[in-house]
Every structure is written in C-alpha cells, then in structure tokens.
C-alpha cells in the first residue's frame, strides 16, 4: 500500500493510492467510519501490525465516491507531516560513497560500527516543494538520494532476524547537505539540517509491499543527468543491522524515521566538486517507491 497525505481546507489530510492513480481520502473515510479510526498517518502507524489490514479494509468501503480523488490533482506533502522527532541517520554506509569522499576530504576508516547522527525536523520538506537556499547559509549544497525507513511497531535490544518485523514501511529522503557547513565545523547536524531542504516521500510504502528492502535500486539525476545509480545490497550496515543497533541505546517507536545512507556519486566527489545552485532540478527515486522533483531557488531575504 502506498500511503501519503495532502492538504485540504480543513488541514492535513492522509491517503491511500488504490488503481488507476485514484487516492482515497483516509481522513474523510475514517470521519465517515462508525469506530474511531485514526485520522493521521503517523495515527495509523502507531496502531503497528494490525493497521495495514484496518487501512485495506477501509479503502475497500471507499467506492467512487467524493473521498476517492484523482492523486493527479493533489499536491503531495511529506507523508507524516511535521515528524515527532529528529530523523536518525547513519553516515558512510557505502563502501563507494567512503571511496569518493576520501578524494576530496582525505583518509576515511571504514565503519565497524553505524555511524549516527541526526536531521532536525524543520529540515524535511515535500516530495516536490521548492528548496530555497542563499550563500549565507551555504555554497556548497549537495544531494544524496537515501532509503528512509519508518519504524511500526516499538522496540528495545532488537535481535536482527526480528529488526524487519519492527518496520511499517519505506520512503525515498534525500539528505541534502551543506558541505562547507558540515565539514568546516567537524560535525554534522547542521550541516545536515538546513530548513526545508531534504524532501521525503511522495509515499510510504507499507514493508508488505517490499519483499526484499535490501534490493532496491536508487537514483538520482540533477538537471537530468543521472549522477548516482546504486542498490541497497551494498550497504556496508543492513537495514536488519541498524535497527539491532540502534535499539541497544534507544527504545524505537512508531514514527520514528531511520536515513541509511548514500551511495556514490554525490557532488563533493565529482571532478571538480559539483553543486546545487537555484535553477537546478533534482530528482531523487527508489525502485517502488516513488519519484521526487524539487527546484533549487533563492531564498528570499
């Protein structure tokens, strides 16, 4: 199932995308519903298991009636909204990626460990919102198209044959990142964390729907030259890997939103270095789950 959500007049509304590019209103079907039902994704997420067979049983009342709208005509948001909490991200999780980054910034030691850090929230954006940036906040704007994971049901000191099962479902990010921001100041939040700049979505794809997360392809194209073209069975940390981890330390919940990293062909490791500049268009998308477009514009001061 693919999930997403899109603005209305009465606020934030999620949805369902059923055949021939039709959504159905999950709010509006779950207003019109006798029990009380969810009327938010992250809503939805937090019932875990039993919510995509609820969400399947929901969409099936739906008809052709005016809860089902054409996707066509919907401006898709970022599928949960405002996030409850910073997205986890995990840094050089791609041999390749630690290859071209060791040429422009020198040595690297590859990871016996995940390397984490996180995105403030205010930093995620829409599918196919703008991403406005100005040269005080950075010169150096780059792109790295990422598998996000969203977590479904809670967990603590998770085995990794059980990590899988603790996933509702997986999304396209891209960590956009300012790298003089980042590499100037020898740490990486905020060069991670420029407002509104790394879109996410167009959708949640439940992980029913994703037999094998660990064979996706990902692309990405700036002014539609493909720059980075890689598969998820190269990470040097599995998705499996990451949330043992991470539950070692921390009590996973529903929402929660895991970025596991780039693969090569980011701009730093171009020859030269290649940047973001308004006027670009980038276009991020993993096999399945959608494709992102956001313009790169000035901000406007």
Same mark, same amino acid.
């Given at each position: 199932?693919?999930?997403?959500?899109?603005?209305?007049?009465?606020?934030?509304? %999620?949805?369902?995308?059923?055949?021939?590019?039709?959504?159905?209103?999950?709010?509006?079907?779950?207003?019109?519903?006798?029990?009380?039902?969810?009327?938010?994704?992250?809503?939805?997420?937090?019932?875990?298991?039993?919510?995509?067979?609820?969400? #399947?049983?929901?969409?099936?009342?739906?008809?052709?009636?005016?809860?089902?709208?054409?996707?066509?005509?919907?401006?898709?948001?970022?599928?949960?909204?405002?996030?409850?909490?910073?997205?986890?991200?995990?840094?050089?999780?791609?041999?390749?990626?630690?290859?071209?980054?060791?040429?422009?910034?020198?040595?690297?030691?590859?990871?016996?460990?995940?390397?984490?850090?996180?995105?403030?929230?205010?930093?995620?954006?829409?599918?196919?919102?703008?991403?406005?940036?100005?040269?005080?906040?950075?010169?150096?704007?780059?792109?790295?198209?990422?598998?996000?994971?969203?977590?479904?049901?809670?967990?603590?000191?998770?085995?990794?044959?059980?990590?899988?099962?603790?996933?509702?479902?997986?999304?396209?990010?891209?960590?956009?990142? %300012?790298?003089?921001?980042?590499?100037?100041?020898?740490?990486?939040?905020?060069?991670?964390?420029?407002?509104?700049?790394?879109?996410?979505?167009?959708?949640?794809?439940?992980?029913?729907?994703?037999?094998?997360?660990?064979?996706?392809?990902?692309?990405?194209?700036?002014?539609?030259?493909?720059?980075?073209?890689?598969?998820?069975?190269?990470?040097?940390?599995?998705?499996?890997?990451?949330?043992?981890?991470?539950?070692?330390?921390?009590?996973?919940?529903?929402?929660?939103?895991?970025? #596991?990293? #780039?693969?090569?062909?980011?701009?730093?490791?171009?020859?030269?270095?290649?940047?973001?500049?308004?006027?670009?268009?980038?276009?991020?998308?993993? #096999?399945?789950?959608?494709?992102?477009?956001?313009?790169?514009?000035?901000?406007?001061?």
């Amino acid at each position: 199932m693919r999930l997403c959500s899109f603005p209305t007049d009465d606020g934030l509304h %999620a949805g369902a995308v059923l055949d021939d590019d039709l959504v159905a209103d999950l709010t509006e079907l779950a207003g019109a519903h006798s029990g009380n039902l969810p009327r938010t994704l992250l809503d939805w997420i937090g019932l875990g298991d039993e919510a995509v067979e609820r969400l #399947t049983d929901l969409c099936a009342s739906a008809g052709r009636s005016h809860i089902v709208r054409s996707l066509a005509d919907l401006q898709l948001t970022e599928p949960l909204g405002r996030l409850p909490r910073n997205v986890i991200c995990v840094g050089a999780n791609y041999r390749e990626h630690i290859e071209e980054s060791e040429e422009a910034v020198g040595p690297l030691d590859l990871p016996d460990e995940p390397v984490w850090f996180t995105k403030d929230v205010r930093s995620i954006c829409g599918p196919y919102d703008d991403i406005a940036t100005s040269d005080k906040a950075t010169g150096q704007l780059d792109w790295e198209v990422e598998l996000a994971v969203v977590i479904g049901r809670a967990g603590r000191n998770i085995d990794p044959s059980e990590a899988l099962g603790h996933v509702f479902g997986y999304a396209v990010l891209n960590d956009v990142s %300012a790298r003089d921001v980042q590499l100037g100041r020898k740490q990486w939040w905020k060069g991670k964390s420029l407002e509104l700049s790394s879109p996410f979505g167009p959708y949640i794809v439940t992980r029913d729907e994703v037999p094998d997360p660990q064979n996706l392809e990902l692309c990405c194209w700036v002014d539609g030259v493909e720059r980075q073209h890689s598969n998820t069975k190269l990470m040097i940390h599995d998705i499996a890997a990451l949330i043992s981890d991470l539950s070692r330390t921390l009590t996973l919940e529903p929402g929660d939103v895991i970025s #596991t990293g #780039t693969p090569a062909g980011v701009g730093l490791g171009s020859t030269p270095p290649q940047w973001l500049r308004p006027g670009t268009v980038l276009e991020s998308e993993i #096999t399945g789950l959608g494709r992102q477009r956001n313009r790169i514009v000035p901000e406007v001061e």
